[in-house]
């Protein structure tokens, strides 16, 4: 075995194996409603010559992930997996080609996820050390909720609420895709009255869905009426590309707009953040090329004096993800958490458990410290047993 130049071995990759998760998905809200054979996401086991195996996740289908695995894999076998944006940086520029900021890229983040897991299991370090250092030993997790009718929006916050979160976001459902304004504030309001003495509600209205029906005037109204609720941000008001729209909407809007989940390359959100067009930056780690990536992006908004808070709606791999990240970058206070999704909540032996007061610990372990047991993933994926084989 060759020696690198800083004179300790390599830890070789020596395979990487995917597992589509399916049959648990929660709802999405989208016009295109997930059904229980499709899979969206899709894990990703980095295995090693040291016998060290990572995990991440990537935000796709899992016969495409597995494709893009195929075309990947052989550009990375044998590279020392203790180099993760080497190793993620090669791939992004071997497979140009072939659909950049596509599924590819989807890939390669569950890849560079896994490969940071790696890096700290070695070195015994958690992951936000190694990404920059560990400003905070908790983040505060919202809620992440599919908006209902009035009727029952509330009695759905209070059910998360009395499991301890502080923090909600409502989104996608019938918000805005009625045409009516007044069954809009009906649920908005419902929210509101469902948290006495405060708690955080964030408003998305989805406007990456297919036919999105409105534009610019539509969400200047909608926002003044958020904020008159003291929703404390308006997601996805705008179809993902309409740049110039979000520019003018940022501008005029009294509180402040987020979005960028379905922005999936590090160049793409250049023009949003440097064009002022958000106040708070979203992308997925899941998405975009994994931590790497995740992390210029963030250091990107925070250079331009913009907030960053995760994309989230994916795994517990993803959450581990952006919980390290938050700690290791010194002003984000959020991560998402999807209420009620089997992926985050039984993926691993150990869930993920609120505080007294509504936070989620920072895994102090080595590597994301959180990682897919086989007996549960087993439960939500076919394709388990390929997943851990050595
Ligand atoms: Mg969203």
């Given at each position: 075995m060759s020696i690198s130049p800083s004179g300790r071995e390599p830890v070789r990759i020596t395979r990487i194996a995917t597992a589509a998760l399916m049959g648990h998905s929660p709802p999405g809200g989208w016009s295109a409603e997930i059904r229980p054979e499709d899979s969206i996401h899709t894990l990703i086991a980095v295995h090693t010559d040291a016998g060290v195996t990572g995990f991440g996740s990537a935000f796709a289908p899992g016969p495409l992930v597995a494709a893009a695995v195929a075309q990947l894999q052989p550009l990375c076998l044998g590279m020392d997996a203790l180099q993760p944006e080497r190793v993620s940086e090669t791939l992004h520029r071997h497979s140009f080609w072939f659909g950049r900021g596509g599924t590819l890229t989807h890939a390669i983040s569950g890849i560079d996820i896994a490969l940071w897991d790696i890096l700290g299991r070695v070195t015994g370090l958690p992951a936000c050390i190694l990404l920059g250092?560990?400003?905070?030993d908790r983040v505060r997790p919202y809620c992440s909720l599919l908006m209902t009718g009035p009727d029952r929006m509330g009695e759905r916050i209070a059910r998360w609420r009395a499991r301890g979160f502080r923090a909600f976001k409502i989104g996608w459902g019938p918000f805005g895709r009625a045409g009516d304004s007044r069954l809009d504030e009906a649920i908005v309001r419902a929210a509101v009255d469902a948290l006495p003495g405060g708690g955080q509600l964030m408003v998305d209205a989805g406007a990456s869905d297919a036919f999105w029906p409105h534009g610019l005037k539509w969400a200047l109204r909608t926002a003044d009426m958020l904020a008159e609720h003291g929703v404390a941000w308006f997601e996805e008001?705008?179809?993902?590309?309409a740049l110039e729209d979000y520019v003018t909407l940022r501008r005029a809007a009294r509180l402040p707009i987020a979005g960028g989940e379905v922005l999936t390359r590090r160049q793409s959100f250049l023009p949003f953040i440097t064009r002022g067009a958000l106040d708070i930056v979203q992308p997925d780690a899941t998405k975009v090329g994994g931590l790497s990536e995740q992390r210029r992006i963030a250091r990107m908004a925070e250079d331009f004096g913009l907030a960053y808070v995760g994309h989230?709606?994916?795994t517990a791999l993803g959450l581990a993800a952006d919980l390290h990240l938050a700690a290791a970058l010194p002003g984000v206070g959020l991560v998402e958490y999807i209420g009620g999704s089997p992926y985050v909540d039984?993926?691993?032996a150990e869930p993920f458990a609120l505080d007294g007061d509504g936070m989620l610990a920072v895994p102090d372990r080595p590597g994301l410290g959180v990682a897919p047991d086989p007996d549960h993933v087993a439960r939500l994926s076919p394709d388990a047993a390929a997943l851990f084989a050595d």
């Open positions: 250092g560990r400003y905070r008001p705008l179809p993902p590309d989230g709606w994916n039984a993926l691993t």
